[in-house]
């Protein structure tokens, strides 16, 4: 069962465009929402968070655009460019037990900016 | 070192034999995890150690895998009798406080069966 759904799984985008990004969950003890950066050959970075008692969180160029009532969290990337190009995966924690420690992740999306 | 330290970065195995893979977590960190990534299915928790806790061995996919944490830092993680099925990049992460949910990955150790 995917807890984390995870959309689109590719998206190409000009550059200076907008990118989003958008993941849905079912859980409603998650309380801890991050998205990770993942370029080719590396491991995945944190690149910005949020827990669901905020609505949005921005952080220079990167929005995390937050509904609770939806049980739905996007990624904005304003003024996208080349060197944005990864895969960006949204996850999610919380809960009792295993949940309090476990991230899980969503299938990745791999964005293209292109010049 | 700065960063999680995983090794080797590359493995190519026959079908059959057994692997090794190392991480060294970020120094000081209480929680290392492994995750597996398979291309297209983001990433699978397989094992989390915290502290001196007994791990979370629950994301293990089989009994051919296991991993140990000696000294509360490195960690390995065995694959026994591989299979094509196993051909994945293995990561590792580490953790600091309770109370921060970052992990930081290392770059991960890409295992081919062949």
């Known amino acids: 069962q995917q807890q984390v759904k995870q959309s689109p799984q590719s998206l190409i985008v000009q550059k200076g465009g907008i990118s989003i990004i958008n993941c849905a969950y079912e859980n409603t003890a998650f309380d801890y929402f991050p998205w990770y950066q993942q370029f080719p050959g590396k491991g995945p970075a944190l690149l910005i968070a949020i827990r669901p008692d905020v609505s949005e969180k921005k952080e220079g160029r990167f929005t995390i655009s937050f509904n609770k009532s939806a049980k739905q969290f996007s990624l904005h990337i304003m003024d996208s460019q080349p060197g944005d190009s990864a895969t960006y995966f949204c996850?999610?924690?919380?809960?009792?037990?295993?949940?309090?420690?476990?991230?899980?992740f969503g299938k990745g999306t791999k964005l293209s900016v292109i010049p | 070192g700065a960063g999680v330290s995983q090794s080797p970065s590359n493995k190519v195995t026959e079908k059959g034999k057994d692997v090794e893979l190392r991480c060294d977590p970020i120094s000081g960190h209480t929680a290392l995890y492994w995750y597996r990534q398979s291309l297209g299915q983001g990433l699978e928790f397989l094992i989390y150690?915290?502290?001196?806790?007994?791990?979370?061995k629950s994301g293990l996919p089989s009994d051919r895998f296991s991993a140990e944490r000696t000294g509360g830092s490195v960690s390995t993680l065995t694959i026994q009798r591989t299979q094509q099925e196993d051909s994945a990049v293995y990561l590792c992460?580490?953790?600091?406080?309770?109370?921060?949910?970052?992990?930081?990955f290392g770059e991960g150790s890409r295992l081919t069966v062949l």
């Open positions: 992460a580490s953790r600091g406080g309770e109370n921060t949910g970052e992990l930081f």
């Open positions: 150690f915290q502290g001196n806790s007994a791990p979370d």
């Open positions: 996850a999610a924690r919380g809960g009792s037990g295993a949940g309090s420690y476990q991230l899980t």
